[in-house]
């Protein structure tokens, strides 16, 4: 069961609102929080297509898949959902949790429709040491991060898959794979959200340019939150990094209404990569 029930400080992001740290603190009204558990809990994972890839480092990747309901000449958006460091394994269904399900649920489902991607990591996809610069945990991306790629990449090319919308979401462990896959692969992606994350500080200048929900609980006991305030800090003013604190939130209490059900997608989707520049002369 979801533990807490934040109060919503801004019911929608808009480009305007790029760089900015705004403080959550907790409400007191749980009944859309306890209707959207039922929701998320009553969702069938079997919506969501099995299947398994093997990455040109030889690692297999178990995946989840979830098509969108809808028009099949369209484009959609691609969302990766990225699990913790306790869904790690093979079996294709643990990593299933309420990050994933909440794209199924019908009303998000009908109102964003996207196909959804929830690999399943062998083993850790990201590992944490001091860094000694800055005082602070920071995160390193595993070879097992590879075969996600090359999977994303051959899907980047179905005809329904929208290459310019191309969105990284990730809890804890999750998380801060999505900060190393954004670090390393950025061209790929239109926008990320690490929740409850440690990031890295590698390519710090291409990160300015990409838009970045940090979504972090200030009594997380389990990643604490010092390595994301420094990043959002590093960021700068001119960044496109936002960054959501919940107060006394500890490290599962983000799973609130202002994170999931209509919030996440609502912000995600209002990005996309620009299109290419013409040829000079054209």
Not at 86 to 114: C, F, I, L, S
Request: proline share 6%; net charge positive; glycine share 8%.
């Amino acid at each position: 069961m979801l533990a807490m029930l934040f109060a919503v400080v801004s019911p929608v992001y808009t480009k305007a609102q790029h760089h900015e740290h705004k403080m959550v603190r907790q409400g007191t009204d749980t009944t859309g929080l306890l209707r959207l558990a039922r929701s998320i809990k009553a969702v069938n994972t079997d919506l969501f297509e099995a299947g398994a890839y093997k990455g040109k480092n030889g690692h297999v990747i178990q995946y989840r898949l979830l098509r969108p309901q809808g028009d099949k000449s369209k484009k959609y958006p691609l969302v990766v959902v990225l699990h913790g460091s306790g869904a790690v394994g093979n079996d294709n269904r643990k990593h299933m949790g309420v990050m994933a399900n909440m794209w199924a649920t019908p009303e998000v489902r009908q109102k964003y429709p996207a196909y959804v991607l929830a690999p399943q990591f062998l083993s850790r996809s990201s590992n944490y040491a001091m860094n000694k610069q800055r005082g602070v945990l920071a995160s390193a991306g595993q070879a097992c991060m590879q075969p996600l790629l090359n999977l994303l990449d051959s899907l980047k090319r179905l005809p329904g898959i929208d290459d310019r919308r191309i969105y990284l979401v990730g809890y804890s462990m999750g998380g801060s794979t999505t900060m190393n896959i954004l670090s390393q692969w950025p061209e790929l992606f239109a926008a990320a959200v690490p929740i409850s994350c440690i990031p890295q500080f590698d390519n710090m200048e291409t990160l300015r340019h990409i838009p970045i929900w940090l979504i972090h609980g200030n009594a997380d006991d389990v990643n604490n939150i010092a390595s994301d305030r420094q990043f959002y800090k590093e960021m700068g003013d001119k960044s496109l990094t936002t960054m959501w604190e919940f107060d006394k939130a500890g490290h599962e209490d983000i799973f609130t209404t202002s994170v999931i059900g209509e919030y996440l997608p609502q912000w995600l989707f209002q990005w996309e990569k620009p299109l290419p520049a013409s040829p000079k002369g054209r």
